[in-house]
C-alpha cells in the first residue's frame, strides 16, 4: 500500500519558517512528480509547489521566492522550506505524488497555523 506521510507542520508567528517534508514508500519514488498542494477552511485545495521527476520546480504566485520546494530521491522524501510565513499561509498541507496524470497519491495533510 502505498503511503505518503507528511510532517513538520505546527504553529509558527507571522515571518517565521516552517519545513514540511514528505515521505513516500512503495513507489519508484524517482519517476513521479511531487507536488505540495494546501487548504484553508472553505477555500479550495490550491498547488503550492511542483517539482517534476526531472528536478524542475513551480510554485504557485502567492508563495514564489519564500517557499522552496526540493527531493531527495535517495531518500524518498520531498519538503517544502517556508520562510516569511504569513497568517495567509495558513492551511492544510497536502503532499502528492502523481505519474504520467494519471496515478495519483496523496498524504493526510499536516496542519500549519500562522499567528499574526
Not at 509558527?12 to 513516500?24: E, F, K, P
Not at 509547489?49 to 531518500?75: E, L, M, P
Not at 522524501?77 to 495567509?88: G, I
Amino acid at each position: 500500500q502505498v503511503q505518503l506521510v507528511e510532517s513538520g507542520g505546527g504553529l509558527v508567528q507571522a515571518g517565521g519558517s516552517l519545513r514540511l517534508s514528505c515521505a513516500a514508500s512503495r513507489i519508484i519514488f524517482s519517476t513521479y512528480n511531487m507536488g505540495w498542494y494546501r487548504q484553508a477552511p472553505g477555500k479550495q485545495r490550491e498547488l503550492v509547489a511542483h517539482i517534476t521527476s526531472a528536478g524542475y520546480t513551480n510554485y504557485a504566485d502567492s508563495v514564489k521566492g519564500r517557499f522552496t520546494i526540493s527531493r531527495d530521491n535517495a531518500k524518498n522524501t520531498v519538503n517544502l522550506q517556508m520562510h516569511s510565513l504569513k497568517p495567509e499561509d495558513t492551511a492544510v498541507y497536502y503532499c502528492n505524488a502523481r505519474l504520467k496524470e494519471v496515478i495519483d497519491y496523496w498524504g493526510q495533510g499536516t496542519q500549519v497555523t500562522v499567528s499574526s
